[in-house]
């Protein structure tokens, strides 16, 4: 997820995270709006698993419509959305539920929630970079120089 200097938001996915995949696969989450990716004027999503759940579902643009109907945050537009996924996609059956989300309100406010054991993720916000790789696990840096600092658009954490 991103949003430039103008607030324009972005988003983008891999190939949904399922291993064993040719070189040069697309997937089909990665490549249908509103499944694997999804921006509006309320945020940027992007979520990574199992391709043929994620585009059964469409939970990306399901994350930003809750987003928008309730007054909520947006960690909980996402877990209230992934709660439904698992239940809709086979409820504990690990292959088609487990997903990771990364989003990012318009405020720039950022969201991360998996259901997989490991999904690497960061985010920079006032002058850190936080990220991590399993569940529970959040580590954070301070950003000391930025190479192209017109580039980054967090505040200075001073």
């Not at 040069?24 to 945020?43: F, L, N, P, Q, R």
């Not at 537009?77 to 990771?100: H, N, Q, R």
């Amino acid at each position: 997820m991103a949003y430039d200097r103008k607030k324009r938001l972005a988003s983008g996915t891999s190939t949904a995270g399922e291993s064993g995949k040719l070189h040069g696969i697309v997937s089909a989450t990665g490549t249908a709006i509103g499944c694997g990716i999804y921006v509006d004027k309320c945020g940027s999503v992007s979520v990574s698993g199992c391709d043929k759940a994620i585009y059964k579902y469409a939970p990306a643009q399901k994350i930003l419509r809750r987003l928008r109907r309730k007054a909520m945050s947006i960690d909980e537009a996402v877990a209230e959305v992934l709660k439904d996924f698992k239940e809709e996609t086979g409820g504990s059956f690990p292959p088609e539920s487990d997903v990771g989300v990364i989003a990012l309100t318009a405020k720039g406010i950022p969201s991360v929630s998996f259901k997989c054991p490991h999904f690497p993720w960061a985010y920079c916000d006032k002058g850190y970079v936080y990220y991590g790789c399993a569940r529970n696990e959040i580590f954070s840096e301070k950003i000391d120089i930025i190479e192209r600092p017109l580039d980054c658009m967090c505040e200075d954490s001073n």
